[in-house]
């Protein structure tokens, strides 16, 4: 669901010291080639029930997620925070810090963005603006 709620702005130290889980509500598998299925069901609300009467919407459909995705996926437990969660990337993937920082935030936003992960941060955390060395504000 689309959800015009104001997210709190964090720093960019906040981000990496955040705990990335995985959303509960989801039913989720791992195959016999090591991949993750996701299933996602369809909302059950007036609007959806309407678009459903003129066209056809499936129930409920899957993604499987590749090599990389999975161990993404498994390691948002809500224990390992992005900043390690980079480091294992970098090393398992022969990719430098900020290569692997760059794809797995990119990755994470996705996931954040379809309601798949959520983000544990410390509260003291959320009122922090701190800006990075470009001089922006970092989530802006």
């Not at 989720?28 to 678009?51: F, P, Q, Y």
């Not at 992005?82 to 996705?110: F, P, T």
């Not at 983000?119 to 959320?126: I, M, R, T």
């Amino acid at each position: 669901m689309l959800s015009f709620k104001k997210q709190p702005k964090i720093s960019r130290e906040a981000m990496f010291n955040s705990k990335p889980t995985r959303n509960s509500a989801l039913d989720w598998e791992k195959n016999d080639e090591g991949e993750v299925s996701i299933t996602l069901h369809r909302a059950d609300s007036m609007k959806v029930r309407i678009i459903s009467k003129i066209f056809w919407v499936p129930d409920k459909r899957t993604m499987v997620l590749d090599q990389i995705g999975t161990q993404v996926w498994e390691m948002c437990d809500g224990r390992t925070t992005v900043e390690a969660m980079i480091r294992r990337l970098s090393e398992d993937h022969k990719l430098n810090n900020k290569e692997a920082e760059i794809s797995l935030l990119a990755y994470l936003k996705q996931l954040g963005q379809k309601n798949l992960v959520g983000f544990v941060v410390e509260k003291k955390d959320l009122g922090k603006k701190r800006k990075n060395a470009s001089g922006k504000v970092w989530g802006q």
